[in-house]
């Protein structure tokens, strides 16, 4: 067989022909790289935080446990962190009313126990754009009372400033998660879906959660309203039907932007200041169906109150029954219709005030109904009549109101 020696030629062309695979193969190459992360551990029941509020530079890690929670196991129902940082607030987020660390954080709160183990404690939930002015009247509050009772928690905006910063019982309470908040938008529902999230995750032994503004003081001592609280199995949140205004709120996306989910007469209007019991809570961290209703933005400001339409519609439609349809929080909204409720001065604190808003009886928003039934079933309506919760907290007063308040705190606001 007569082999044929190659030319220079074509070896010269064979090896431009092989150069660019040569080229393509060390480009290419995979180069392995090793990432450690912080060690995440947080227990039911432990102090809920290491530091007040995480920074900037660094990913927010009980996110990132909540993501790697819900990809290892669809049953996981704690996290853990551990956070020693201590900073600023975080640097302000782009607000977005449906984001994945939501999703993802409010999935893993739907999946926990309903029923709490004990001891059962209250979870207080404080709503706030602000430092808190009354935090003096609250540390009286909570001073005497065994921790094993109660569990705070914090949503602070971060685009706030807060000086003086959170201390006392407030210290190292603000929960990670907190974002920016605006009136007349959505994320003030999101707020509070964070706060009841983080809540039960927490904390298992957490059996009622208090929403409160920074603008809230306590009118009884924490004995009475726990003892309040835990022998009721109900949540207390102001579910109202019939009020002025409402188809103009429930078309403020547009006239057909509710529909088909939600019809005007499942359409409630509420105080956004409530106690649920672990099972709405629960209920309200899982909702998707209501929630994408109330996610889009209204066209008009002046008739857009979604914070006080989600949750009393959400649980009305939910379970009307499992609720007492009426807040704790007392307010005036005598002759306001500017949006805000009345607002007391320091002049106008004094024992006289106090008891005068435990003398109230909350407005009971399923009363006509009830009406109705007992007079036809009766022919009186004497045992509708006799509904009276107390009053637990009451709003709003200025911050140089505490002055006053913390004068009359031994002997009237925690005299019960």
């Given at each position: 067989?007569?082999?044929?020696?190659?030319?220079?030629?074509?070896?010269?062309?064979?090896?431009?022909?092989?150069?660019?695979?040569?080229?393509i193969f060390t480009i290419t190459s995979p180069i392995t790289t090793t990432a450690t992360g912080p060690c995440i551990t947080l227990t039911g029941g432990a102090t809920p935080f290491q530091n007040t509020l995480i920074p900037t530079s660094l990913k927010n890690p009980l996110l990132a446990a909540i993501k790697s929670a819900s990809k290892e196991t669809e049953t996981q129902q704690t996290i853990n962190y551990n956070i020693t940082a201590t900073a600023p607030p975080p640097a302000a987020a782009e607000i977005d009313y449906d984001d994945e660390d939501d999703n993802s954080l409010f999935r893993l709160a739907a999946r926990v126990g309903s029923n709490p183990t004990g001891p059962?404690?209250?979870?207080?939930?404080?709503?706030?754009?602000?430092?808190?002015?009354?935090?003096?009247i609250w540390e009286i509050y909570f001073n005497k009372t065994p921790k094993t009772l109660y569990n705070i928690y914090i949503h602070a905006d971060p685009n706030s400033p807060y000086d003086p910063p959170f201390s006392g019982v407030f210290r190292n309470r603000v929960i990670p998660e907190s974002k920016p908040t605006r009136r007349h938008t959505p994320n003030l529902i999101s707020a509070a879906r964070r706060l009841l999230s983080h809540a039960l995750l927490h904390d298992p032994s957490n059996s009622k959660f208090a929403l409160l503004s920074p603008s809230c003081i306590p009118l009884h001592s924490f004995k009475f309203t726990y003892r309040t609280l835990i022998r009721s199995r109900k949540s207390f949140i102001e579910i109202l039907k019939n009020e002025t205004g409402a188809w103009e709120r429930w078309a403020a996306r547009g006239e057909e932007a509710m529909l088909p989910e939600l019809p005007f007469e499942d359409f409630r209007i509420g105080s956004q200041f409530f106690v649920l019991t672990r099972k709405h809570a629960r209920m309200v961290a899982g909702d998707r169906r209501v929630w994408a209703k109330f996610k889009m933005p209204c066209l008009e400001e002046d008739t857009c109150y979604p914070e006080e339409q989600y949750f009393p519609t959400l649980l009305n439609m939910k379970d009307p029954r499992g609720c007492v349809h009426a807040t704790l929080t007392h307010v005036d909204w005598t002759g306001r219709d500017d949006g805000h409720p009345r607002t007391y001065n320091a002049s106008e604190v004094g024992p006289g005030l106090i008891v005068g808003f435990r003398r109230d009886r909350p407005r009971y928003g399923d009363e006509e109904d009830d009406d109705v039934t007992m007079m036809l079933m009766n022919g009186s309506d004497s045992s509708v009549r006799r509904r009276r919760h107390p009053f637990l907290f009451a709003r709003k007063f200025t911050p140089d109101s505490?002055?006053?308040?913390?004068?009359?705190?031994?002997?009237?606001?925690?005299?019960?």
């Open positions: 067989m007569l082999l044929l020696s190659p030319s220079p030629i074509s070896l010269l062309c064979a090896l431009l022909l092989c150069l660019p695979l040569a080229i059962r404690k209250l979870a207080f939930l404080f709503l706030t754009t602000t430092p808190l002015p009354f935090a003096p505490v002055g006053p308040l913390l004068s009359i705190a031994s002997d009237v606001i925690f005299k019960d």
